[in-house]
């Protein structure tokens, strides 16, 4: 019986991808026990940027394998990702736009963001990926950031009342689904168009054949 492909992540999004290319019935999900994050306050540069994103994607991959380990779970591979957004201030300064927080102004903040950061300008949407091959008695690692470029319409005032209706903006990474309906705002995508969603398939599937999944 083969061993399972461990997903460390809570994300329905996620699951889907990683369906694409491990069967179903061979992906065990095991989020991390605590969803507590490393901030990018004061991040502004762009490796400042992908070195926290490694270190949260590593983060949440060290304390699922702690987890397996207690409990003496086996497995063939283990994937950790975690998925933001990079745009470019009004002062010319990238800014971090994370999950909006939930409260009264989640709607207000993201409509914010919307004006400022996306109409009819270009983001990147990145993720951090560490994942590790079970091979023999040792763990082959490896860890990534992937870079989209998302390109909003100009008018995204038509659609906003509507849009933030549908409540899609919760717990959503720069508060917009590419597969939901935050697609309606975007003009273009360049680069993984999985890695918006939040896992770039193709990037994993060369990483894992890397290190020696079979």
């Not at 095991?30 to 990018?40: G, I, L, Y």
């Not at 540069?45 to 991959?61: T, Y």
């Not at 971090?96 to 009264?104: E, F, N, T």
């Amino acid at each position: 019986m083969s061993l399972p492909v461990v997903l460390a992540s809570r994300s329905p999004r996620r699951i889907e991808l990683l369906q694409l290319i491990i069967p179903p019935d061979r992906i065990l999900v095991r989020p991390p026990p605590s969803a507590e994050e490393e901030s990018f306050d004061g991040l502004t540069s762009p490796p400042a940027i992908m070195q926290q994103l490694l270190r949260i994607a590593r983060h949440k991959h060290d304390q699922t394998l702690e987890m397996l380990q207690t409990e003496g779970q086996q497995f063939a591979a283990l994937i950790a990702a975690d998925t933001t957004v990079v745009a470019n201030g009004p002062d010319g300064r990238l800014v971090v736009l994370g999950q909006p927080p939930s409260g009264p102004d989640q709607s207000a903040l993201v409509r914010r963001w919307f004006r400022e950061y996306y109409a009819d300008r270009e983001h990147q949407v990145q993720t951090g990926v560490c994942l590790s091959v079970f091979r023999g008695d040792q763990f082959a690692t490896k860890t990534f950031v992937v870079t989209s470029t998302v390109k909003f319409l100009a008018d995204v005032e038509t659609w906003m009342d509507w849009y933030l209706e549908t409540g899609e903006s919760a717990g959503k990474a720069g508060g917009y689904a590419l597969q939901g309906a935050g697609s309606l705002f975007v003009d273009q995508v360049t680069g993984s168009l999985s890695n918006v969603v939040g896992l770039p398939i193709r990037e994993v599937k060369a990483a894992l054949v890397e290190l020696g999944f079979n």
